[in-house]
């Protein structure tokens, strides 16, 4: 063999092998790593390896078992969605492009394949038929095991570089890697959430920015005393004021030892700013006028006409509350019995988190990073939050939905990185 045809066949050898490699590269089983087993990441995980049974999909959750949370939600009865879904029952117009991927159809077929039997309230909340959070979990739970989806929990992840795939970092220094990351890690609501900061700092070391965290659907404290009503539920029609922003709900208020709860409160406590003032308004009566209750106050005198229409409990404190004595006063105090909110319950006693990452910097169509090709965020740790109902469980359901159809569609279109 010449020097020429030991050159030519190197270089051949050399090409073949680097085509050898690439074949090699794309044919190997693509890993998804989807950090957080919560609500959004286990349905996220399920549905994606039910799409590509030959790509590895790893549940990373730092708690000791998958879906705690899902078993708090609705009281231990989980209302998982609601008829009236519409974006503007969320924060932002831009869940929109999330919404209609996922109507009702989708979201009934989904739970339908999971086997999990739906019942509407007569208020449109959507609940397991079973009326039973666990009923919920345990249908994930089993298909996760059929699929053969691998579950790491006691594992907190807490470093991410994306450079030719993912290098996924471990607070106890265990190295994963994987082709695609789903970020579903929620936010720092609920009893045994275990709040900690390490997924936000991810998500900041990876470009994003994160909107201001706070406390949602909470109850919240007033600095007027509510000790002698506390227990007491009413159906009240309920504005709050934050600033110049108001905003109004109706429901049912529930007095505690220390501020004001229920779900009207939840509602509206999505509005509280710790920074503004603000207060909340309860109408105790939202049929009548003013001129309506005094006319109806004067038929009698004033405690026995208060005893005829409201609780017992309540009559004393309205009663505390007068300054004059003339029915004009009494029947306004009805109308706008005003608490001024000095704080929330705290994320421990709250539902959601508010802030996170701004839906502005993923795609909003498909939940994929605009900063990190092929990694996605999803639920709660976006900058997403619904009022009371079901819309915030819908919309983890949601995201988790759009972003496992888009990581589905890339790889069966092979796309590279
Ligand atoms: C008491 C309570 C009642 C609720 N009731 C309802 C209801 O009835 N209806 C409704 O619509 N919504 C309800 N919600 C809200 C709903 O539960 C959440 O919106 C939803 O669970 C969000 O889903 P997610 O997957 O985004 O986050 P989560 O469910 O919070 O899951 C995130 C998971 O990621 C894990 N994790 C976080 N960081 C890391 C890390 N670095 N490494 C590894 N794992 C990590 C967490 O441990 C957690 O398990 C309720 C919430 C609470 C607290």
């Not at 989708?106 to 039997?117: A, M, P, Q």
Request: neutral net charge; hydrophobic residues 40%; charged residues 25%.
């Amino acid at each position: 063999m010449n020097v020429q045809h030991f050159v030519l066949s190197f270089f051949l050898i050399l090409v073949y092998n680097k085509l050898m490699v690439k074949k090699m590269q794309e044919e190997k089983k693509k890993t998804i790593a989807i950090i957080g087993g919560g609500a959004s990441g286990l349905l996220c995980s399920i549905l994606i390896k039910k799409a590509l049974k030959d790509v590895s999909v790893v549940v990373f959750e730092r708690q000791a078992r998958i879906g705690k949370k899902i078993l708090q939600t609705g009281n231990g009865k989980c209302n998982l969605s609601n008829q009236n879904i519409h974006w503007n029952c969320y924060n932002t117009w831009g869940v929109d492009g999330v919404l209609q991927q996922f109507s009702f159809k989708e979201f009934s077929e989904v739970f339908s394949d999971l086997g999990v039997w739906l019942t509407t309230d007569s208020e449109g909340r959507i609940y397991p038929y079973s009326y039973r959070a666990q009923t919920v979990l345990d249908a994930l739970v089993r298909e996760i095991e059929e699929l053969g989806i691998e579950v790491i929990t006691d594992i907190t992840i807490s470093e991410i570089k994306a450079l030719d795939d993912f290098s996924i970092y471990a607070t106890d220094f265990r190295l994963y890697h994987a082709d695609y990351v789903i970020m579903a890690t929620g936010g720092l609501a609920g009893i045994g959430a275990s709040p900690s900061q390490e997924s936000y700092d991810i998500l900041k070391s990876l470009g994003h920015s994160i909107l201001p965290l706070s406390s949602g659907l909470c109850a919240l404290k007033t600095k007027e005393k509510t000790k002698s009503i506390s227990g007491l539920r009413m159906k009240v029609k309920a504005s709050i004021w934050a600033g110049e922003h108001q905003e109004t709900s109706s429901g049912e208020v529930l007095f505690k030892e220390d501020g004001l709860s229920g779900i009207v409160i939840f509602d509206l406590s999505r509005f509280y700013q710790k920074k503004k003032h603000c207060t909340i308004e309860l109408d105790f009566f939202p049929t009548y006028t003013v001129e309506e209750i005094e006319q109806k106050l004067s038929l009698r005198p004033l405690k026995e006409a208060l005893l005829g229409c409201l609780p017992k409990m309540l009559v004393q404190d309205v009663l505390s509350r007068l300054k004059g004595n003339t029915l004009k006063e009494v029947s306004s105090l009805l109308k706008h019995y005003t608490y001024t909110i000095v704080d929330s319950y705290g994320f421990l006693h709250a539902q959601i988190t508010l802030g996170g990452v701004p839906l502005e910097e993923v795609n909003p169509f498909t939940l994929e990073s605009l900063y990190v090709p092929k990694m996605y965020i999803i639920g709660e740790a976006l900058d997403v939050d619904g009022k009371c109902g079901g819309y915030n469980l819908h919309f983890a359901w949601a995201s988790a939905y759009v972003a496992g159809k888009n990581i589905v569609e890339k790889i069966k279109k092979g796309e590279k990185r």
